[in-house]
Structures are given as structure tokens and as C-alpha cells.
């Protein structure tokens, strides 16, 4: 399969900072499998925009830092495909098995300060 797997993750120390390639992992707020080589076009945009800092990576993973202001309209309200259908259709938490699935921990993401950075890692698929 061509494409990516993506999880946005808050960042353990609070999100004060944006995130750096070392920035450790904290609560998985989402995470889905998205088809197409063009999968991440939505986070370039970001950066492009100025919304989005991209960190870099080879695919194993890249990285990008957003605020949750930025990057949960884009994740909830614009509905991002993915490969189980719509992320906002049936969201549900599966935790111990969530690869290739939708997932999202609404109440988590509830919680974040609209200016909080988070960590979004993108795992190429192919």
C-alpha cells in the first residue's frame, strides 16, 4: 500500500515550545492510515501557510509542530480521507489496536489550549 500512517501527539512537557525532531512522544490525540503518495499535502499546506512548522525526517517518520488552533480545524472540521472511511464518521478509540483504523481521543484533544504545539509524525506506508 502507498501511504501514510499519521499520529498527532501532544507533546509531554505541555506544549509550550513547538516540537523538535527529539521531542518525545506523549498522549496520542489521533491517528489514522491515509492512502496516496500525496497523503501529507494537507501538512505542507500548513507549513506553506505558516500554520505548520515541518521538521524533516525521511519518512521514517517525518515530523511537522502545529498549535491545536491550527491543526484541529484541518483534522475535524475538513475531514481528512482516510483508508476506514471519514476521520470524523463513527469516531471511536481503539486502544490497543488501532493500525489502519481511525482513531481519535476526542476528550484529550478537548483538553488542549488552542495554542499548544503538538507533534504530528507521518510514517510512510509504502
Not at 512537557?13 to 513547538?18: I, K, T, V
Not at 501557510?49 to 491543526?71: M, V
Not at 475531514?79 to 482513531?103: E, F, M, P, Y
Request: aromatic fraction near 8%.
Amino acid at each position: 500500500m502507498i501511504g501514510w500512517e499519521i499520529q498527532v501527539l501532544k507533546q509531554p512537557d505541555g506544549g509550550h515550545a513547538p516540537s523538535t525532531m527529539e521531542s518525545p512522544k506523549g498522549t496520542l490525540l489521533a491517528a489514522w492510515t491515509i492512502a496516496g503518495i500525496s497523503g501529507i499535502s494537507w501538512l505542507d499546506n500548513l507549513a506553506n501557510e505558516g500554520k505548520a512548522i515541518a521538521l524533516g525526517g525521511d519518512g521514517y517518520p517525518i515530523r511537522f509542530t502545529a498549535t491545536a488552533e491550527n491543526l484541529f480545524p484541518r483534522i475535524f472540521e475538513e475531514r481528512i480521507d482516510a483508508i476506514s472511511g471519514q476521520l470524523c464518521d463513527g469516531l471511536q478509540i481503539h486502544a490497543h489496536d488501532w493500525k489502519g483504523q481511525t482513531v481519535t481521543d476526542l476528550l484529550a484533544a478537548a483538553n488542549c489550549r488552542p495554542g499548544e504545539w503538538l507533534l504530528v509524525e507521518a510514517w510512510d506506508q509504502s
